[in-house]
């Protein structure tokens, strides 16, 4: 296939490794193919409203690799609005002279890239989630440089606890996955992780810090994801808000943990929520090499007429998997990974 006209979004919540990937999206595209590069600004609105910007092979691009975040904006647009448009995305596309569409997203961007793709518009997909749930692929750009973020904080806070005699949460994100919980937890030595898969009992959790006290250990780390349940008829948990895309506002577990340790023992526990930290800054080696490939990919795909595809990291390699494989199931933690955490637990 020639020279391509090619068009890429970044959709959903920031996320370290965005950059890398458009500029691996633009470098292939003009170097391997003499291909151009526009990009929509704030994801399916922008695409909806037709705020574009030609993206050039230059110094410019070349230097957002460093930076977090993404050039191009991101935003979140409800499904409903974004399929009453298909019309309007069609004409800003053929006015545009688009060829393919490279949308980079998690899983909600990645049912909009199918929703594309079902009404004829070439896509390629590239996963996105610092919470490295998208099925199909063994990591998402992003989650190491969470991870790493998030293990720092665990141990700055074993100090702090130590001197204090203190039970220190940390609250780390995961709506529905507690992968960035579980890989935090192990790689900080927290003394108990609790993550969204498997519910958990605020008895247990006490008589593993109890322990922890008893034993003259005197301190204890717990990490928390954000989206963790207790189990029925075990603590009540405040309700959130529903919001407009039916995601649920989360009423910090991570405090209600603390106070329910707290009042059970009656030992001093401080709760640290790290919230956005873990998403913003510059991502690590890990990511960026990873994003690079898979804006590598994506731009290759484009050409190979590889479209209704994401690109994903399987084992060493980068492959191409059918949009279906990624979305429709979050990939979460097995319990073999939980069993192997649990032996660290105390």
Known sequence: MGPMRIATLTSGGDCPGLNAVIRGIVRT???EFGSTVVGYQDGWEGLLADRRVQLYDDENIDRILLRGGTILGTGRLHPDKFKAGINKVKENLADAGIDALIPIGGEGTLKGAQWLADNGIPVVGVPKTIDNDVNG???????????????????????????????????????HVGWIALHAGMAGGAHYT????????????????????QMGEKYGIIVVAEGAMPKEGTMELREGEVDQFGHQTFTGIGQQIADQIHGRLGHDVRTTVLGHIQRGGTPTAFDRVLATRYGVRAARACHEGQFGKVVALQGERIRMIELEEAVGTLKRVPMTRWVTAQAMFG
């Open 29 to 31: 595209a003009s170097t």
């Open 137 to 175: 692929t063994d990591f998402t750009f992003g989650f190491d440089t969470a991870v790493a973020v998030a293990t720092d904080a665990v141990d700055r806070l074993h100090t702090t606890a130590e001197s204090h005699n203190r039970v220190m949460i940390v609250e780390v994100m995961g709506r």
């Open 194 to 213: 609790v993550i969204p898969e498997v519910p958990f009992d605020i008895a247990e959790i006490c008589k593993a810090m109890e322990r922890r006290f």
